[in-house]
């Protein structure tokens, strides 16, 4: 565990005279929209990724709440951006998750002050990707049968165009030899980022970074050593900021935490939807399977994901009242949903007793979350997870409630005039604000 007591440096804001309390309800009581502001920059758009809040959000939170030094923690890090903005800040990172994807992110996006000679590197890596296409399609042919099992092969076969994949096996096969761990996690992300993008892409599919792909059988797909390229050096244009202290990153589920008791001085995080609304998995396998995942492998790692829909061996929590009211009610429409939810406040239940486990005494968790409306029932996410929360011992200060700017935050559908399905749910979140008190 990272370990360094640093001297208390105030907040530098017209907030500095207030208690943390009223620190916290003041924030949580602002504008936390950041509509019409700069959206992602640096390194936070270096690879597409759903849902993802402004990094203004923790941004907020980490400078008004801590202190340079201090140790900022996401149990559910998704794309880093809570973590990236507290490193940016000065403040020690630690963040968990069991999401591949995730975890490479982090590896590149936290180290990114380590980077050196890195535009030379990968004018090295794409000469020799180029010379391999040019001399050498016979090895890549091969190499490219050893790299699936026939599930995986089908899975490829089926998004991947056969020239695409021939240039995925030279990258990826490239990537593989670099030995500097830092680099290497650098080029893994500009090469999953070629595949899972807003628009466009090297694969057949379309809408894949809003995890709803569709194969487009008249599709022409990008080169994606050509999109390589020109991803490498929009990354590296974007690498204006650098890291300002210490981070650890761990594979680890929000339920069980590797950390210790009262380690952690303020959470910022925003878990999964429930009911798998957005499914990170069905976008992020089209990368990982190239980066030597198979998709039997990641199917049963997405079982274990919070939210997930399959309840076959699920430990269920009694849980407070409300909740309880809520799944009963849902219960009584449809079964199979009804256990789906009280898995996931099972699941998100043990992670807010974690979260209010490692947390500090008298410091804060902020949690954004989005409702749901399954089949015609608003679960209320914001009141149950401040119940369970209330339940495990954190004081609720405030929740607020921002509206999406989806234009910018990439989601699932547009705007239209529905009312129903995944447009019910995905215009506004909230922001729950818990004390740990002392």
Request: net charge positive.
């Amino acid at each position: 565990m990272l370990q360094t007591e640093l001297p208390f440096d105030p907040p530098k804001s017209e907030m500095k005279h207030l208690s943390y309390r009223e620190r916290l309800a003041k924030l949580l009581k602002g504008n936390l929209d950041f509509h019409g502001e700069k959206g992602a920059t640096h390194v936070h758009a270096w690879h597409a990724f759903p849902a993802r809040f402004p990094p203004r959000l923790p941004e907020r939170f980490i400078t008004e709440l801590t202190q340079p030094g201090d140790i900022v923690f996401d149990p559910m890090m998704g794309s880093c951006t809570t973590l990236l903005e507290a490193v940016i800040s000065g403040r020690r990172a630690v963040g968990t998750d069991i999401d591949p994807l995730s975890l490479r992110l982090a590896q590149a996006k936290l180290n990114a002050a380590d980077m050196k000679n890195t535009r030379e590197s990968g004018d090295e890596l794409i000469e020799s990707v180029r010379h391999r296409l040019s001399n050498g399609k016979d090895a890549l042919e091969k190499s490219l049968k050893k790299r699936f099992d026939p599930k995986t092969k089908a899975f490829a076969d089926y998004w991947f165009a056969h020239s695409t994949q021939i240039e995925l096996a030279a990258l990826a096969d490239e990537i593989e030899k670099i030995e500097n761990r830092t680099l290497r996690a650098f080029f893994t992300l500009v090469f999953s980022s070629v595949i899972i993008t807003k628009s466009g892409g090297v694969s057949l599919a379309r809408d894949l970074a809003h995890t709803r792909p569709h194969r487009v059988t008249d599709k022409i797909p990008a080169s994606p050593v050509a999109e390589f390229g020109k991803r490498l050096q929009r990354n590296l244009n974007r690498l204006t900021c650098h890291p300002q202290a210490e981070s650890m990153v761990m594979e680890a589920n929000s339920q069980r935490l590797p950390l210790a008791k009262e380690t952690v001085d303020l959470i910022v995080t925003s878990p999964p939807y429930a009911n798998n609304a957005i499914d990170y998995m069905r976008a992020h396998k089209f990368s990982l399977v190239w980066l030597g995942h198979s998709v039997s492998s990641l199917s049963r790692l997405r079982r274990t994901y919070i939210g997930g829909e399959s309840t076959t061996g699920t430990e269920f929590l009694p849980l407070p009242a409300y909740s309880e009211h809520i799944v009963g009610r849902l219960t009584a429409s449809d079964r199979k949903k009804g256990r789906m939810l009280h898995r996931y406040y099972s699941e998100m239940s043990r992670t807010l007793s974690e979260m209010h486990r490692v947390l500090r005494p008298g410091r804060a968790a902020v949690v954004v979350v989005g409702t749901s409306v399954i089949r015609g029932t608003d679960i209320e996410i914001q009141k149950c997870l401040r119940e369970i929360g209330e339940h495990h011992g954190f004081e609720h200060i405030h929740t607020a409630v921002r509206r999406l700017d989806r234009n910018k935050r990439m989601m699932p559908a547009r705007w239209n005039t529905s009312n129903t399905g995944i447009e019910a749910r995905m215009h506004e979140e909230y922001v729950i604000g818990f004390l740990k008190t002392e």
